[in-house]
C-alpha cells in the first residue's frame, strides 16, 4: 500500500497565477481533504470531498477550489496566486465519518 | 468554540525522561481525539488517538489520558529518545462536524541525548 500520494513535491509560482495540486489517496479510502499549512502552524482545513462533492469547506475564499474524480483521486486548484499562499499543502485520506485521517507527505508552494 | 489550545509551544527533554504535552478543547461536539506527530518537510503521522468514553489509552511508549468533564487531553511520551524530536499536534473532530479536523497550534519537542 503507497499510502496517501501528492504531487508535485515542491512548487515555486509568482503572484497572479494559477497551480493545481494531485493527491491520491490510500487504498480503500473514499473521502479526501485537504489542509492548508503554514510555517510554524498546525493545519487548516480547506475543504473535503466524498463522491466527487465537496462536503465541507473551510473558511477559505473561492480562489480555493477542488475536485474528485471517480477513483477517489482529487485535485486542489489555486487561482490568482498570492504571496500569502505560500505553504504546505496536506491531503489526508479516510472513510468517510472515520475519525482518523492519513496525510500525505505535502506539495510546498511558494509564491513570488 | 472551534479552537484546540495546545501547550507548551516547546519543551525540552532529557533522553529516557517524560514528554507531556497538553490540549484543551470547547466544543463538546467534538467525539475524536487524535495525535499527530510530524518531522520537518514531511506531512503529519498519526500517532495515537482516543474516544471521550475512555479515559486512558496507552500504545508503547505513547498514552493519551483524557479528562471529558474538564474538556482536556494529553499525550505522555515516556522513555523520550532523541528520535522522538519532532512537532506534536493535538487535534479534534466531531462525528457531525463534516470531516474538518482542529487542530491545536503545535509543540516543538527536542529530546536531548
Known amino acids: 500500500d503507497a499510502g496517501v500520494t501528492q504531487s508535485p513535491t515542491h512548487l515555486i509560482k509568482t503572484r497572479g497565477q494559477q497551480v493545481t495540486l494531485r493527491c491520491s489517496p490510500k487504498s480503500g479510502h473514499d473521502t479526501v481533504s485537504w489542509y492548508q499549512q503554514a510555517l510554524g502552524q498546525g493545519p487548516q482545513f480547506i475543504f473535503q470531498?466524498?463522491?466527487?462533492?465537496?462536503?465541507q469547506r473551510g473558511n477559505f475564499p473561492d480562489r480555493f477550489s477542488g475536485h474528485q474524480f471517480p477513483n477517489y483521486s482529487s485535485e486542489l486548484n489555486v487561482n490568482a496566486l498570492l504571496l500569502g499562499d505560500s505553504a504546505l499543502y496536506l491531503c489526508a485520506s479516510s472513510l468517510l465519518h472515520a475519525g482518523e485521517q492519513f496525510f500525505g507527505p505535502g506539495t510546498r508552494l511558494t509564491v513570488l | 468554540q472551534q479552537q484546540v489550545k495546545q501547550s507548551p509551544q516547546s519543551l525540552i527533554v532529557q533522553k529516557g525522561g517524560i514528554s507531556i504535552i497538553n490540549c484543551a478543547y470547547e466544543?463538546?461536539?467534538?467525539?475524536?481525539f487524535p495525535w499527530y506527530q510530524q518531522f520537518p518537510g514531511k506531512g503529519p503521522a498519526l500517532l495515537i488517538a482516543i474516544r471521550p468514553d475512555v479515559s486512558e489509552k496507552k500504545e508503547g511508549r505513547f498514552t493519551i489520558s483524557f479528562n471529558k468533564s474538564a474538556k482536556q487531553f494529553s499525550l505522555h511520551i515516556m522513555d523520550s529518545q532523541p528520535g522522538d524530536s519532532a512537532t506534536y499536534f493535538c487535534?479534534?473532530?466531531?462525528?457531525?462536524?463534516?470531516?474538518?479536523?482542529?487542530f491545536g497550534q503545535g509543540t516543538e519537542l527536542s529530546v536531548k541525548p
Open positions: 466544543n463538546t461536539a467534538f467525539d475524536y
Open positions: 470531498y466524498y463522491e466527487e462533492e465537496e462536503r
Open positions: 487535534a479534534a473532530i466531531g462525528y457531525n462536524q463534516g470531516g474538518k479536523l482542529i
